[in-house]
């Protein structure tokens, strides 16, 4: 077994170390990471000039890019074999919900998915890499499960573990993402010259966070498990717009 990991967090990250290491039981492992936390990065690949990438006292391979530019460059001409897995993370914070459309812990995984080869996002839910031990045993306890029992086709899977110690991580539940409330308004301040900046602001509370959903199941001590898609096609609006584009005025 390859396995090929990433993350958003950046090449220095303890997450993406303690994922590295709770791998290597399972399979030969190679790290490409990025230089800088690019958190909130989403698939943005780096178009407008060239990457470079270098190694870590580690062996990790660094590039100088995002999370979707170090997959895309490992699969596209860095690596001479192809990984038969994907994962990223452990990110420090959660993707659930709607901030799966930002992570850049999740686009590493779909930037493999993309390709054709199965892909596994893993997050803690709390900031401040607390129980991250824990977290990288329930990550190689999901490879591991997959080694035993393959999934057939391709698949993405977004993975939260609660900040828990391992014996109090109630289990494994397959779940669907929730739904947020807007963001919070941006933080503005004024730089030294007295001009306006604007910070993002924290991410909205859970909207739609009922049974079976990710943000549930993670507060309930389980580990949330949401297969992925990427069709973003809205199948129950196409009868509509067609009939939209072909009325006459």
Same mark, same amino acid.
């Given at each position: 077994?390859?396995?090929? =990991?990433?993350?958003?967090?950046?090449?220095?990250?303890?997450?993406?170390?303690?994922?590295?290491?709770?791998?290597?039981?399972?399979?030969? =492992?190679? +790290?490409?990471?990025?230089?800088?936390?690019?958190?909130?990065?989403? $698939?943005?690949?780096?178009?407008?000039?060239?990457?470079?990438?270098?190694?870590?006292?580690?062996?990790? /391979?660094?590039?100088?890019?995002?999370?979707?530019?170090?997959?895309?460059?490992?699969?596209?001409?860095?690596?001479?074999?192809?990984?038969?897995?994907?994962?990223?993370?452990?990110? $420090?914070?959660?993707?659930?919900?709607?901030? %799966?459309?930002?992570?850049?812990? +999740?686009?590493?995984?779909?930037?493999?998915?993309?390709?054709?080869?199965?892909?596994?996002?893993?997050?803690?839910?709390?900031?401040? $890499?607390?129980?991250?031990?824990?977290?990288?045993? +329930?990550?190689?306890?999901?490879?591991?499960?997959?080694?035993?029992?393959?999934?057939?086709?391709?698949?993405?899977?977004?993975?939260?573990?609660?900040?828990?110690?391992?014996?109090?991580?109630?289990? +494994?539940?397959?779940?669907?993402?929730?739904?947020?409330?807007?963001?919070?308004?941006?933080?503005?301040?004024?730089?030294?010259?007295?001009?306006?900046?604007?910070?993002?602001?924290?991410?909205?509370?859970?909207?739609?966070?009922?049974?079976?959903?990710?943000?549930?199941?993670?507060?309930s001590g389980y580990v949330s498990v /949401?297969?992925?898609?990427?069709?973003?096609?809205?199948?129950?609006?196409?009868?509509?717009?067609?009939?939209?584009?072909?009325?006459? %005025?």
């Amino acid at each position: 077994m390859r396995i090929l =990991v990433s993350n958003d967090d950046g090449y220095l990250a303890p997450g993406i170390a303690a994922l590295a290491a709770a791998m290597r039981p399972l399979g030969d =492992v190679t +790290v490409v990471a990025p230089e800088q936390n690019s958190s909130g990065a989403s $698939n943005s690949l780096t178009l407008n000039r060239p990457l470079t990438v270098w190694q870590a006292a580690d062996g990790t /391979t660094v590039v100088n890019g995002t999370p979707s530019d170090c997959v895309h460059v490992a699969l596209t001409g860095l690596l001479d074999h192809r990984p038969d897995l994907i994962v990223s993370g452990i990110n $420090n914070g959660q993707n659930m919900g709607d901030d %799966t459309i930002y992570s850049g812990t +999740v686009a590493a995984a779909m930037e493999g998915y993309l390709f054709g080869i199965p892909a596994i996002a893993f997050s803690l839910v709390d900031k401040g $890499n607390a129980h991250l031990d824990s977290a990288a045993r +329930v990550a190689h306890d999901i490879v591991a499960r997959y080694l035993s029992r393959p999934i057939a086709a391709p698949f993405l899977l977004n993975v939260n573990i609660p900040n828990l110690p391992y014996a109090e991580v109630k289990g +494994v539940q397959c779940t669907r993402l929730g739904k947020r409330h807007p963001s919070e308004p941006v933080v503005k301040m004024l730089n030294p010259r007295g001009e306006p900046i604007y910070w993002i602001g924290p991410a909205g509370q859970a909207r739609v966070g009922g049974p079976g959903t990710d943000f549930h199941a993670t507060a309930s001590g389980y580990v949330s498990v /949401t297969p992925l898609q990427i069709d973003l096609t809205h199948d129950d609006q196409l009868g509509a717009v067609s009939d939209w584009l072909q009325a006459t %005025t």
